[in-house]
Nanobody
Framework: QVQLVESGGDLVQTGDSLRLSCAAS????????VGWFRQAPGKEREFVAS????????AYADSVKGRFAISRDNAKDTAYLRMNMLKPEDTATYYC????????????????????WGQGTQVTVSS
């Protein structure tokens, strides 16, 4: 199994950028697909982005497409979420998750497809 720790959340203003990190330990990180999800108060957890094991395939929620970019560095056992042009509606706790049941090219987009989760990092975007 793998342990995940997110970092990089902050209080920023509309239009600012942030980069979140997801550091993994334990099992071989390169054998896991990684996803980012977010959850705002009173709302369901929603998919943000995912990246395949070697990084060749990515998927994004429509709400972040063109503004967010997911990447990974398997040599550092770390995944990233670069967030540009942040909006107040991006305010949420952001979680990274991992799984290795899917095919190498797959990009799971639902929370129930992921087995391991970090504790989350808070992103707040002020207007």
């Amino acid at each position: 199994q793998v342990q995940l720790v997110e970092s990089g959340g902050d209080l920023v203003q509309t239009g600012d950028s942030l980069r979140l990190s997801c550091a993994a330990s334990g099992d071989a990180f390169s054998s896991y697909t990684v996803g980012w999800f977010r959850q705002a108060p009173g709302k369901e957890r929603e998919f943000v982005a995912s990246i395949s094991r070697k990084g060749g395939f990515q998927a994004y929620a429509d709400s972040v497409k063109g503004r967010f970019a997911i990447s990974r560095d398997n040599a550092k056992d770390t995944a990233y979420l670069r967030m540009n042009m942040l909006k107040p509606e991006d305010t949420a706790t952001y979680y990274c998750a991992s799984e290795r049941k899917s095919a190498f090219y797959a990009n799971p987009t639902t929370a129930d497809q992921y087995d391991y989760w970090g504790q989350g990092t808070q992103v707040t975007v002020s207007s």
